[in-house]
């Protein structure tokens, strides 16, 4: 994963490396060291199964594609939801509250899945 900025120094390609947290130039020797907070166990979870869902953009082919987002909770804290569908078939929502508590809200019913396997053997249906 990387992304494409311009160099303040030069305007040169800067490469940013978020898993080094870095940035440098590749013209001149511009370089920075990027803060990044250090992504929760959840975080990490939720990019897992958004990454299961969109290699299979073929089944989950929804055009809005997968959404992940945080939403907040009226009683404090928040849950990461992933949003994700088939083309007039399934309108689906994961909430992932931890590693062994994930439910899903959809068009079809609900689950509540115990492991993030679980989410992937459910997911696998659709194949
Ligand atoms: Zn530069």
């Known amino acids: 994963m990387s ?9 040169g390609h800067l490469t940013l490396l978020p898993e080094i947290r870095s940035a440098s130039c590749d013209r001149c020797e511009w ?7 250090k992504k929760s166990e959840r975080e990490l979870l939720t990019e897992r199964i958004v990454e ?8 989950f082919n929804a055009p809005y594609g997968v959404l992940s987002g945080l939403e907040r909770l009226p009683r404090g804290g928040a849950v990461r939801t992933i949003t994700f569908g088939c083309a007039r078939t399934l309108d689906a929502t994961l909430n992932v509250w931890g590693p062994l508590n994930i439910t899903l809200r959809s068009n079809i019913g609900e689950e509540v899945f115990h492991s993030e396997d679980e989410v992937y053997q459910w997911l696998s249906k659709f194949d």
């Open 3 to 11: 992304a494409e900025l311009a160099c303040p120094q030069c305007g």
């Open 52 to 59: 299961f869902i969109e290699q299979r953009s073929d089944t």
């Open 31 to 37: 370089a920075v060291e990027v803060p990044m907070k």
